[in-house]
């Protein structure tokens, strides 16, 4: 490389920032590609102390300010005499000291890279000098690890560079001694760590960690004065050992508490100091009960109130152990950080507020979960008849995390039956949500599947979550997924192969753990012969399928079912009692063949309700379409029967028509749609005689 260039491009780097953690980690950037260095340090030899000032290091990761003394052995102090004096004798302007041996043959070089922890193979040293003076024994200290090595070319090529990295470092020394003459270093700094974190107990450790430096500082408290409790609460308490959460109401008594009204007055009208300083606090009654109450000795404290545009948030204590360790420049310097923890302290307690809010929105989020659930029920009516065989394939699949395909005509009750496999399953205190993907618009559907980022489209004010993204550590139902379009079906696929998506107008890919249970009235197979449904997300689907029996081919659960819906539309329409059946009413129920299924037995229960809210309920004046068979209406009593009475009719109607017969094809099982043994036992607990002859 041109040596001009080299020196135009290195001093562009190593002058063009002041902060000297900065520029040292730019020029480290820079030197690393023209020679193996490894680490730099900025060290200020002290004649007086006997030892180095490692001011700054940089690496290949970071620079930062460490202002580390390294106190040098009698030995190692000698040495670097040696070295300062030969250099002061011989003077040259670009000298560079290269050691190419072993550099920690010299004490002082072993001294200062043993107490950094650093290790040294080679080791090249910049003395700085301003217009022919030493910069204040200051020098630039480049090293090399793992069998790297410096050589006279490095050196000559460093020796050109001595007056700007001089000049930058001088430069930088001045901005920071400006900095620390105002305070602003320390405020920015203290400002950087108590905002840093919305945890403040954690903001606070780190505050008091840079404050100790400062001034004396062994604990420091966060606090509020609650006038209607006459106590004061202490929020948040830190040392530099750790930060802790409160929550401690500590009373006050008449005195202090009359004591804080007048302090507080005072800060308020700015006839007080903005800092009190208590160095005795067996004297003053506020800091006397603050030291009592927390059972700890007695010690000096200083007090900043976090008071602005007449706003009282509260206010932080600073405790040094002992009595008369503050002093003026001490308020003076903690006073800066007045607004810092204003702003701390109230974002703090907004953030405790969200969280609680969120918190309590959660729980009221489990409760109506819960409520759901407890209004679905339990138990799946018709689990022990009708439904036996779905629910035996139910507890077969739900504590597992394969895709479900609810098969079965409209109204049969699949959303119920995917509710079910969630709440059995693992995941039941996550999300359930549902998606009926025949409802969704085409142009909608990614949008409303996958999410959307702000200015996605036209329209996409805001970033929105997918109902994918919603159902994370839960389960997504997707009702009618034979209307999806083949677009939709493709990113689906993609979905349930990855288990990831990517919002619209997103380039972040999402990971989710979800367990998804599908659900369609269409024959998805004729679908996919008309090339209207892919085949590869059928296979994806139809891991576990379940067919859901219609209504009409389980005709033993409308009995229940009819108590169950009248109970439920008698709370949903508020009606003072539950009205009662009239005879025959339910084998007029038990002859219509459904094509609406158990949706449409609610509501046609809901209809009768509706028109005799007081009952009793005959369904006879609804249009419930033409019976499957003529069959004559009997009654047992003129009374209306109770759900096991309405049962015990309609098995003994059967059993009449079979002859009394049970088994077999031609059986009352069989009729019934149940287990011939399930028949019996449900026979002999309604007293009902079975066989031939038991005609009724």
Same mark, same amino acid.
């Given at each position: 490389?041109?040596?001009?260039?080299?020196?135009?491009?290195?001093?562009?780097?190593?002058?063009?920032?002041?902060?000297?953690?900065?520029?040292?980690?730019?020029?480290?950037?820079?030197?690393?590609?023209?020679?193996?260095?490894?680490?730099?340090?900025?060290?200020?030899?002290?004649?007086?102390?006997?030892?180095?000032?490692?001011?700054?290091?940089?690496?290949?990761?970071?620079?930062?300010?460490?202002?580390?003394?390294?106190?040098?052995?009698?030995?190692?102090?000698?040495?670097?005499?040696?070295?300062?004096?030969?250099?002061?004798?011989?003077?040259?302007?670009?000298?560079?000291?290269?050691?190419?041996?072993?550099?920690?043959?010299?004490?002082?070089?072993?001294?200062?890279?043993?107490?950094?922890?650093?290790?040294?193979?080679?080791?090249?040293?910049?003395?700085?000098?301003?217009?022919?003076?030493?910069?204040?024994?200051?020098?630039?200290?480049?090293?090399?690890?793992?069998?790297?090595?410096?050589?006279?070319?490095?050196?000559?090529?460093?020796?050109?560079?001595?007056?700007?990295?001089?000049?930058?470092?001088?430069?930088?020394?001045?901005?920071?001694?400006?900095?620390?003459?105002?305070?602003?270093?320390?405020?920015?700094?203290?400002?950087?760590?108590?905002?840093?974190?919305?945890?403040?107990?954690?903001?606070?450790?780190?505050?008091?960690?840079?404050?100790?430096?400062?001034?004396?500082?062994?604990?420091?408290? $966060?606090?509020?004065?609650?006038?209607?409790?006459?106590?004061?609460?202490?929020?948040?308490?830190?040392?530099?050992?750790?930060?802790?959460?409160?929550?401690?109401?500590?009373?006050?008594?008449?005195?202090?508490?009359?004591?804080?009204?007048?302090?507080?007055?005072?800060?308020?009208?700015?006839?007080?100091?903005?800092?009190?300083?208590?160095?005795?606090?067996?004297?003053?009654?506020?800091?006397?009960?603050?030291?009592?109450?927390?059972?700890?000795?007695?010690?000096?404290?200083?007090?900043?109130?976090?008071?602005?545009?007449?706003?009282?948030?509260?206010?932080?204590?600073?405790?040094?152990?002992?009595?008369?360790?503050?002093?003026?420049?001490?308020?003076?310097?903690?006073?800066?950080?007045?607004?810092?923890?204003?702003?701390? $302290?109230?974002?703090?307690?907004?953030?405790?507020?969200?969280?609680?809010?969120?918190?309590?929105?959660?729980?009221?989020?489990?409760?109506?979960?819960?409520?759901?659930?407890?209004?679905?029920?339990?138990?799946?009516?018709?689990?022990?008849?009708?439904?036996?065989?779905?629910?035996?394939?139910?507890?077969?699949?739900?504590?597992?995390?394969?895709?479900?395909?609810?098969?079965?005509?409209?109204?049969?009750?699949?959303?119920?039956?995917?509710?079910?496999?969630?709440?059995?399953?693992?995941?039941?205190?996550?999300?359930?949500?549902?998606?009926?993907?025949?409802?969704?618009?085409?142009?909608?559907?990614?949008?409303?599947?996958?999410?959307?980022?702000?200015?996605?489209?036209?329209?996409?004010?805001?970033?929105?979550?997918?109902?994918?993204?919603?159902?994370?550590?839960?389960?997504?139902?997707?009702?009618?997924?034979?209307?999806?379009?083949?677009?939709?079906?493709?990113?689906?696929?993609?979905?349930?192969?990855?288990?990831?998506?990517?919002?619209?107008?997103?380039?972040?890919?999402?990971?989710?753990?979800?367990?998804?249970?599908?659900?369609?009235?269409?024959?998805?197979?004729?679908?996919?012969?008309?090339?209207?449904?892919?085949?590869?997300?059928?296979?994806?689907?139809?891991?576990?399928?379940?067919?859901?029996?219609?209504?009409?081919?389980?005709?033993?659960?409308?009995?229940?079912?009819?108590?169950?819906?009248?109970?439920?539309?008698?709370?949903? $329409?508020? $009606?003072?009692?539950?009205?009662?059946?009239?005879?025959?009413?339910?084998?007029?129920?038990?002859?219509?063949?459904?094509?609406?299924?158990?949706?449409?037995?609610?509501?046609?229960?809901?209809?009768?309700?509706?028109?005799?809210?007081?009952?009793?309920?005959?369904?006879?004046?609804?249009?419930?379409?033409?019976?499957?068979?003529?069959?004559?209406?009997?009654?047992?009593?003129?009374?209306?029967?109770?759900?096991?009475?309405?049962?015990?009719?309609?098995?003994?109607?059967?059993?009449?028509?079979?002859?009394?017969?049970?088994?077999?094809?031609?059986?009352?099982?069989?009729?019934?749609?149940?287990?011939?043994?399930?028949?019996?036992?449900?026979?002999?607990?309604?007293?009902?005689?079975?066989?031939?002859?038991?005609?009724?």
């Amino acid at each position: 490389m041109d040596e001009n260039v080299f020196f135009r491009d290195a001093t562009l780097r190593i002058c063009g920032n002041l902060e000297i953690g900065e520029a040292l980690f730019s020029s480290f950037q820079f030197l690393r590609e023209v020679m193996p260095v490894d680490m730099i340090f900025l060290q200020f030899f002290d004649v007086d102390q006997r030892a180095f000032n490692t001011v700054a290091t940089a690496t290949e990761k970071e620079g930062r300010i460490v202002d580390m003394l390294v106190p040098l052995s009698p030995e190692a102090f000698q040495e670097m005499m040696q070295y300062v004096n030969e250099y002061l004798k011989g003077h040259k302007p670009n000298h560079v000291w290269l050691f190419e041996d072993d550099p920690r043959e010299q004490s002082f070089t072993r001294e200062i890279y043993d107490l950094h922890g650093a290790k040294i193979t080679s080791l090249m040293i910049m003395p700085l000098e301003v217009q022919d003076k030493v910069l204040g024994g200051g020098s630039l200290w480049f090293s090399t690890q793992g069998g790297k090595k410096f050589n006279q070319k490095h050196a000559d090529l460093l020796s050109l560079l001595k007056e700007p990295f001089a000049l930058a470092m001088s430069n930088a020394l001045k901005h920071r001694n400006e900095l620390n003459l105002y305070g602003k270093e320390f405020f920015w700094e203290a400002t950087k760590r108590i905002c840093g974190n919305l945890e403040i107990e954690k903001g606070l450790q780190a505050c008091i960690e840079h404050i100790s430096r400062h001034m004396p500082a062994d604990s420091i408290y $966060l606090q509020k004065y609650e006038s209607e409790l006459a106590a004061i609460r202490l929020v948040v308490r830190a040392s530099a050992e750790k930060g802790e959460w409160m929550d401690v109401l500590l009373p006050l008594s008449g005195e202090a508490n009359k004591a804080v009204i007048q302090l507080r007055q005072s800060w308020l009208t700015g006839t007080a100091k903005p800092v009190l300083i208590i160095n005795r606090p067996g004297e003053e009654p506020i800091s006397q009960g603050f030291f009592e109450a927390l059972d700890i000795p007695f010690s000096s404290i200083m007090v900043l109130p976090l008071i602005i545009e007449e706003q009282v948030a509260g206010s932080v204590a600073l405790i040094a152990e002992g009595i008369d360790r503050f002093n003026d420049y001490h308020a003076q310097l903690y006073s800066t950080l007045k607004e810092p923890f204003f702003v701390a $302290l109230t974002n703090t307690l907004k953030h405790r507020e969200v969280l609680k809010l969120k918190d309590m929105l959660a729980d009221d989020n489990r409760y109506l979960h819960g409520e759901l659930h407890r209004l679905s029920g339990d138990e799946i009516i018709g689990a022990n008849f009708g439904l036996r065989d779905v629910m035996h394939k139910v507890h077969q699949v739900a504590s597992l995390d394969s895709p479900v395909l609810l098969l079965g005509e409209t109204g049969v009750g699949k959303d119920v039956i995917a509710n079910t496999i969630h709440y059995s399953s693992s995941r039941s205190d996550g999300p359930f949500v549902s998606v009926n993907c025949g409802a969704i618009p085409e142009s909608l559907i990614d949008s409303e599947l996958f999410g959307h980022e702000k200015g996605a489209f036209t329209g996409a004010l805001s970033q929105k979550r997918g109902r994918f993204e919603r159902a994370d550590k839960g389960t997504i139902f997707l009702d009618e997924i034979g209307e999806l379009p083949l677009q939709a079906q493709v990113r689906l696929l993609k979905v349930l192969q990855s288990k990831e998506i990517e919002r619209v107008g997103g380039v972040k890919t999402i990971s989710l753990d979800i367990r998804i249970i599908a659900a369609t009235n269409r024959n998805l197979e004729e679908m996919i012969k008309l090339n209207q449904f892919r085949e590869d997300l059928w296979f994806r689907l139809n891991v576990f399928p379940i067919r859901i029996p219609p209504l009409r081919k389980r005709k033993l659960d409308i009995p229940e079912l009819l108590q169950h819906f009248i109970n439920l539309k008698t709370k949903e $329409l508020k $009606l003072p009692v539950i009205p009662t059946l009239s005879p025959g009413a339910i084998e007029l129920l038990m002859e219509y063949h459904w094509p609406g299924n158990v949706r449409e037995l609610g509501n046609v229960i809901e209809r009768a309700l509706i028109l005799k809210p007081a009952g009793p309920l005959t369904f006879e004046h609804l249009d419930l379409g033409k019976p499957e068979a003529n069959l004559e209406l009997q009654s047992e009593s003129d009374e209306p029967a109770n759900l096991d009475e309405m049962n015990s009719r309609h098995i003994r109607r059967i059993l009449s028509k079979t002859n009394g017969k049970v088994d077999g094809q031609d059986g009352a099982a069989a009729l019934l749609g149940i287990n011939a043994s399930t028949l019996r036992n449900r026979m002999k607990k309604m007293g009902i005689e079975f066989g031939r002859g038991s005609r009724r």
